[in-house]
């Protein structure tokens, strides 16, 4: 009988894999081709499409956006690094989970915020492995840095649901300089001084920057009608009225409270539970590390410090804090988004 020299089929799953690992070597070519600035936190921002990546984080966005497909049903919060995310993340995942079993272990006292709302940059950047999103269930809770013009069009189109959260860019810039000089600290590196980390972020050079573009990209993108919604969420409101801001979360994503709810104070217990005071002195959010770029370990305390409104006036000087505000002042002209 004659031999068959055909090669074996390939599985899909070995499919999907080559078209990742594939995926991934074009955005590092790309990538290792962008101009490398240094940034107000990290070294290494490179520059495409309209905004700051650090290297990895951006090689991660492009494979995001190439592979990632939505469903009408994810969820996704997009916000700026060090705007809230951490607590943003709390807030959604115990609304939409609060009727789960008790016996569930997936909760806020076993497992840090980033656990519960994973980044869509950490499942993409290994370039080895194709992330498991197909056996997630739904909804799907998922958080990104990226700016609304460069995420997936399979999010825009797919009609899914997009909560932002924006922070005074004063206080967001504060915070972000202490947390990256933790990191300085501990590998034994001087800090990064405040006035070249500021002048850094006032020329858009910080993460997923230049800061004006990407609020202003999703504020657009939320008085938009058709695509996929996009819910507006500011800092302050939410530290000023939480009990009014879950509420209003919660009707956006499609977990509405019901009367019954509202009146036995489920949504101040939930506002409770990830409070900073709360939610920062859990053991698991205390001890806990994570892996920040699948090299830097970030230990889960990081992700709190002060979480107050107005901390800036403890570091910028009133030259400082005008620079900024005559940036906001400019950029946001017109648009209708308040400073
Ligand atoms: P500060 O450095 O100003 O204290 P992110 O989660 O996006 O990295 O943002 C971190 C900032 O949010 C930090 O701000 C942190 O303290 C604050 N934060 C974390 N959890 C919070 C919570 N539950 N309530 C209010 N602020 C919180």
């Not at 609304?95 to 940059?121: E, I, K």
């Not at 209003?248 to 019901?258: H, N």
């Amino acid at each position: 009988m004659e031999q068959s020299h055909q090669p074996p089929l390939r599985t899909e799953q070995e499919h999907e894999e080559e078209v990742h690992q594939r995926v991934h070597q074009q955005c590092r070519d790309l990538v290792s081709s962008l101009p490398v600035v240094e940034g107000c936190s990290y070294p290494d921002l490179c520059f495409h499409d309209g905004f700051f990546q650090p290297v990895p984080a951006m090689v991660a966005a492009m494979m995001v956006q190439k592979l990632f497909e939505a469903r009408p049903t994810d969820i996704i919060l997009a916000t700026l690094p060090k705007s809230g995310t951490t607590w943003l993340k709390a807030l959604l995942f115990a609304t939409v989970n609060r009727n789960s079993s008790p016996s569930s272990t997936r909760n806020l006292a076993t497992l840090n915020p980033h656990q519960c709302v994973p980044y869509l940059r950490e499942l993409y950047e290994d370039g080895a492995r194709v992330p498991e999103m197909d056996s997630m269930p739904s909804p799907r809770l998922l958080a990104t840095h990226i700016p609304f013009h460069f995420l997936p069009n399979s999010i825009v189109e797919s009609g899914c649901r997009v909560v932002y959260l924006c922070r005074n860019p004063k206080d967001n810039f504060v915070s972000m300089w202490h947390f990256i000089n933790k990191f300085r600290k501990k590998d034994g590196r001087e800090a990064l001084p405040l006035e070249v980390s500021f002048d850094r972020f006032c020329q858009g050079r910080s993460h997923s920057g230049p800061f004006w573009d990407h609020m202003l990209g999703y504020w657009k993108a939320s008085l938009q009608v058709g695509g996929c919604s996009v819910l507006f969420m500011r800092y302050e409101e939410l530290m000023k009225d939480p009990v009014v801001e879950l509420r209003r979360l919660a009707e956006f994503v499609g977990c509405p409270f019901t009367q019954e709810e509202q009146a036995n104070g489920v949504l101040e217990d939930i506002v409770e539970t990830c409070g900073f005071e709360r939610l920062s002195n859990l053991e698991v959010n205390k001890v806990g590390k994570r892996t920040l770029f699948r090299t830097m370990t970030v230990d889960n305390n990081s992700y709190f410090r002060r979480g107050v409104v107005g901390d800036w006036m403890n570091h910028l000087t009133p030259d400082m804090a005008q620079r900024i505000d005559k940036i906001i002042e400019s950029k946001f002209e017109g648009s209708g988004l308040a400073p």
